[in-house]
């Protein structure tokens, strides 16, 4: 969902930040690779999505997102492992648990929505995340936006109203929960460019995943429902998957400059129509599609613009 797409790898659906990890590499010639590695990682967590929205018919949504998130506190603790408890050191341990708050929010609401939406219109709304990050970060980090990307702001939610379409009763009201998720995930962002300049993104990253297992655990007693074993065989998938997932978007990102990879995250439309279509018989209307075409032009152009603005060019 998850995003513009900066963090380590999480995207309002089940996808991980784009933030390239510290001291990351920019050879053109791993390039390829990178590109490759990231759309196998949107390739797999689509799938976490699909099995996610499969589940949905008989857990809550919070014990599904509980498991998605075993697999992510899997990799944190391998990340704690290999470097140490000093990779726990953070200047803002505020910062952090708010950070994960909103990770948890964006995930779970992202499930409610899925549970009613096909996953195709529900994975154009995330779109809107980029969006809403410009307009956080201008309001909150004062950074600067030129008028270019305010008008990309503008048709990106355009094309949001277009997939959405509110008060015609064409898609399920529950859409309206996949876009807070977006609102959320773009929170998550701003909060992980303020933490940018003091913390290393692999202990955003471990802090994100314990933040979010333990309040996701919280209520998982009163929620919770005994899988049957078909149920348990999705939900063990969907743990391994979101794991295997994020290595793939984390070295993705290793290996390969962001701006080279960033835009592989539209893909998830391609994954989640093809998911949507196979698994469930679902298929975007033509407003969807066109909806999405401009919220993905637009969020194209605005990945340019401030890779430009990045590197003193206009």
Do not use: N
Request: overall charge positive; aromatic content about 10%.
């Amino acid at each position: 969902m998850g995003g513009t797409f900066k963090g380590a790898p999480d995207i309002v659906t089940s996808a991980t930040p784009l933030e390239p990890p510290d001291g990351a590499p920019t050879r053109r010639s791993e390039s390829g690779k990178g590109a490759a590695l990231m759309l196998l990682g949107m390739f797999l967590f689509a799938a976490v999505d699909t099995g996610a929205k499969l589940l949905t018919e008989g857990l809550h949504p919070i014990q599904i997102t509980w498991t998605r998130q075993l697999g992510l506190l899997a990799g944190a603790i391998f990340l704690i492992a290999y470097h140490g408890r000093s990779i726990l050191r953070t200047s803002h341990p505020r910062l952090q648990i708010l950070r994960g708050a909103m990770a948890v929010g964006s995930a779970t609401l992202f499930i409610v929505g899925v549970t009613f939406v096909p996953l195709a219109d529900a994975v154009a709304v995330t779109f809107v995340a980029p969006f809403i990050v410009t307009i956080l970060g201008a309001l909150i980090l004062r950074e600067p936006v030129g008028w270019r990307r305010w008008i990309a702001v503008f048709l990106g939610f355009l094309g949001t109203l277009i997939v959405i379409r509110p008060g015609m009763g064409v898609i399920h009201p529950a859409a309206f929960f996949v876009l807070v998720a977006a609102v959320f995930f773009a929170f998550r962002q701003i909060i992980s460019r303020a933490l940018a300049d003091t913390d290393k993104t692999a202990t955003t990253v471990v802090y994100t995943a314990i933040v979010g297992s333990a309040l996701l655990t919280l209520p998982l007693p009163w929620v919770w429902i005994t899988p049957d074993r078909e149920q348990l065989l999705i939900l063990l998938g969907i743990a391994l998957l979101a794991g295997v997932a994020e290595v793939c978007v984390i070295k993705a990102l290793e290996v390969a400059m962001a701006v080279v990879v960033a835009p592989i995250h539209y893909s998830m439309m391609v994954w989640g129509t093809f998911y949507g279509f196979m698994v469930f018989g679902q298929l975007p209307d033509m407003w969807t599609i066109i909806g999405a075409a401009v919220i993905i032009s637009t969020g194209l152009y605005t990945l340019r613009r401030e890779y430009l603005v990045t590197h003193g060019r206009t």
